[in-house]
Nanobody, 119 residues
Framework: QVQLVESGGGLMQAGGSLSLSCAAS????????MGWFRQAPGKEREFVAA????????NYADSVKGRFTISRDNAKNTVYLQMNSLKSEDTAVYYC????????????WGRGTQVTVSS
């Protein structure tokens, strides 16, 4: 099975940018559709962005559309989330996740990385 490790979180002022990475090991990342999710304190985990195995298809939550960009480099076994124009409401723990098909549940999850946006 694949193991996922997120990195790149931190503290940023509103309006700034952060780039998250999700490194995969154990299996080739190209086997999986990938997603980013987030969970803010006291709230349920929510979908942020997803990308298919080839990287040709992406989709985003309305709340981040136009500000966040998901991408992947299968040769480096890494998925990225570029976050621009950050808002305080983007503060959350961000998780990457993997699934074997677009009809399947996300089965594999990383431990998350904290993103804090100060206003």
């Amino acid at each position: 099975q694949v193991q996922l490790v997120e990195s790149g979180g931190g503290l940023m002022q509103a309006g700034g940018s952060l780039s998250l990475s999700c490194a995969a090991s154990g299996r080739r990342l190209s086997m999986y559709d990938m997603g980013w999710f987030r969970q803010a304190p006291g709230k349920e985990r929510e979908f942020v962005a997803a990308i298919n195995r080839s990287g040709g298809i992406t989709n985003y939550a309305d709340s981040v559309k136009g500000r966040f960009t998901i991408s992947r480099d299968n040769a480096k076994n890494t998925v990225y989330l570029q976050m621009n124009s950050l808002k305080s409401e983007d503060t959350a723990v961000y998780y990457c996740a993997a699934r074997l098909a677009d009809w399947a549940q996300y089965e594999y999850w990383g431990r998350g990385t904290q993103v804090t946006v100060s206003s």
